[in-house]
Nanobody, 117 residues
Framework: QVQVVESGGGLVQSGGSLRLSCAASGRILSSYTMGWYRQADGNERELVATITSGDKTNYADSVKGRFTISRDNAKGTMYLQMDSLRPEDTAVYYC???????????WGQGTQVTVSS
């Protein structure tokens, strides 16, 4: 079982940067696909970026070229570097760890990112 906890959210001006961190606990972290999702007020949760155990990444079109997802299995940490932030990036960002076999899906508590215009 993996537990994840996000940190690094806050208030930033449009065009600024933030780095989110996701600290993971549990055994065999390298076997999980990790991801970042976000949910804005009144909206459904949406995918931001994912990274597989083989470091293959996938990004939502809205963040391509601006956000970078990475992981450090030795440190048990995943990151989301967010550059050129826009007001529409404002949301609660959630860390996710999942595995299909055996199945497991874990969510963090979320960290608020607010981008002012």
């Amino acid at each position: 079982q993996v537990q994840v906890v996000e940190s690094g959210g806050g208030l930033v001006q449009s065009g600024g940067s933030l780095r989110l961190s996701c600290a993971a606990s549990g055994r065999i972290l390298s076997s999980y696909t990790m991801g970042w999702y976000r949910q804005a007020d009144g909206n459904e949760r949406e995918l931001v970026a994912t990274i597989t155990s083989g470091d293959k990444t996938n990004y939502a079109d809205s963040v391509k070229g601006r956000f970078t997802i990475s992981r450090d299995n030795a440190k048990g940490t995943m990151y989301l570097q967010m550059d050129s932030l826009r007001p529409e990036d404002t949301a609660v960002y959630y860390c996710n760890a999942r595995r299909e076999v055996p199945y497991f899906n874990s969510w963090g508590q979320g960290t608020q990112v607010t981008v002012s215009s």
